[in-house]
């Protein structure tokens, strides 16, 4: 999945994996874009792509409630502790171009968080009791998933004639996106989503 979205050999490919998740991320070395953290006992972990700003006010408030920080300047690392400490109630703060994959181990659980203007897509399927995302639906296409156009969305961008009436739906039969300012929960059992 991840070659589908690599488009030249400048870019660089990390894997991320636990017991419940198994994620890639594809960014440009220089840039720097992405970010993985992990908290101090191993159960919660984030992957970000994209930034958020502003954050520095909150930390003095985490590391007094004992969270450690190896980087105060970690996007990454602060979405852990702020997870850990608030759990998605951290997400109503954020300010930035962000999409979060956070794994929460205790439960089990995945979220998928975007941005408030939604300006990092996430993609998403759900299948045979597993979930399958991507920033890119050509990468979820790699995976074994049925190619169906979808109907209600040609029919919309025929009468109307554009793509930003689309909502969460996309070109493919199954394959959403996460909404703006959602977060998006994976359970093993299920999904669930809701606005922050």
């Not at 994620?23 to 919660?44: H, K, L, M």
């Not at 792509?49 to 590391?63: A, D, N, S």
Request: aromatic residues 16%; proline residues 3%.
């Amino acid at each position: 999945m991840a070659g589908a979205i690599r488009t030249n050999n400048d870019q660089k490919i990390e894997y991320f994996s636990n017991d419940f998740l198994n994620v890639a991320s594809v960014t440009y070395p220089d840039i720097g874009f992405s970010e993985f953290a992990i908290n101090e006992d191993g159960s919660t972990s984030v992957l970000i792509y994209g930034r958020i700003f502003g954050f520095k006010h909150m930390l003095e408030f985490l590391k007094s409630n004992g969270h450690v920080f190896k980087d105060e300047n970690s996007c990454a690392e602060f979405i852990v502790h702020a997870y850990e400490e608030r759990g998605n109630e951290a997400f109503r703060d954020l300010n930035g171009s962000f999409c979060l994959v956070i794994s929460d181990a205790k439960v089990p659980k995945v979220l998928l968080v975007t941005d408030r203007f939604g300006t990092r897509p996430i993609y998403y399927a759900f299948m045979d009791g597993e979930i399958v995302f991507s920033s890119h639906c050509r990468a979820i296409l790699e995976y074994p998933f049925p190619r169906k156009l979808n109907f209600k969305t040609l029919v919309s961008f025929l009468y109307y004639g554009k793509l930003g009436i689309l909502g969460d739906e996309t070109w493919f039969e199954g394959i959403n996106l996460v909404p703006s300012a959602s977060v998006l929960t994976f359970t093993g059992k299920g999904l669930t989503l809701e606005k922050y």
